[in-house]
């Protein structure tokens, strides 16, 4: 099989740009396996919020960089993208195994900058990025009462200056400029995760458990200001030493049970509870890009569902 399609993108969002971006899959089938490919081309304009002031001179003003002779920020420029993946899937008697490589080759990389730790974004664009990784899952299809599936992706994100476009109000983004080749706030090596459900046939009854591990999002440091970083509150998450958040393994349970069923009318509960043995963990740290997320506690919920 082999299908393809091309579209066509303009953006007035700062700047008019415009893009043809074509795609191709193909896949061929051997059995009970099934081999695929595709090439993909993407076009995203600048994220909107904010995006005015962004791109205001009266804004750039403000900048530390405007009194070296700099503007201090530039007009932003769409994200353009190739994508490439491959990939296999075999299904045996009683499961499904799926495995693909895949890579990104980015221009004008999208990163919005947050405004000294508030929830005030500026969108950015940097000069360069790549992504690469392989991605594995194992689906255990419904055998009697019982289901599940697990995944694994083992990944690697780098870009490279300069910051080509945005607001910049900060120093910290003054490291970014020489061209070098940095790791952003969303590089992560290793994500898992998996789950079992259990089903009863007659009553329709579930509970399923949800397993994810994430390995941990890398923090911006330099030598001057690691020691700030670590009186920060919430330093007990980091691993200084590997230059990440600590790993983290968050463990979810939910249940569904039917009531009442009279026709197209019919009554349902259901509970849950998110990070079940209550966590902590940060997804990152201290990040002049995107500041400090940490994740929630031990939360649990109970709804009833009216369908009529």
Known sequence: TVSGGVRFDV???????????????AAYRIERTVLRGSVSRFFQPPQPEHVLLSTSAEARALSPFAGEGGEG????EPERQWAFEAGVNHQFDWLRVDAAVWYRSIIQAADPNVFTGTTIIFPNAVAHGRARGVDLRV??????????YANAAAGRVRQNGPITGGLFLEDAVADLGSGEEFVPDHDQPIVAGGGVTWR????????SGVMRYESGTPIERSEEDEAELQQRPGAELVDFERGRVKPRTIVSLVADVPIWKRGRRSA??????????DQRYAYNFGNPFSGTHFGAPRTASLSLRLTF
């Open 11 to 25: 953006s007035n969002l700062g700047l008019r740009r415009q893009q043809l971006s074509p795609r191709v899959g």
């Open 73 to 76: 920020g530039a007009p932003l």
């Open 139 to 148: 689906e255990l299809p419904r055998r009697h009462a019982w289901s599940g």
């Open 200 to 207: 009863h046939a007659r009553s329709g009854a579930m509970i």
């Open 268 to 277: 349902g509960a259901r509970a849950s509870v998110i990070n079940l043995f």
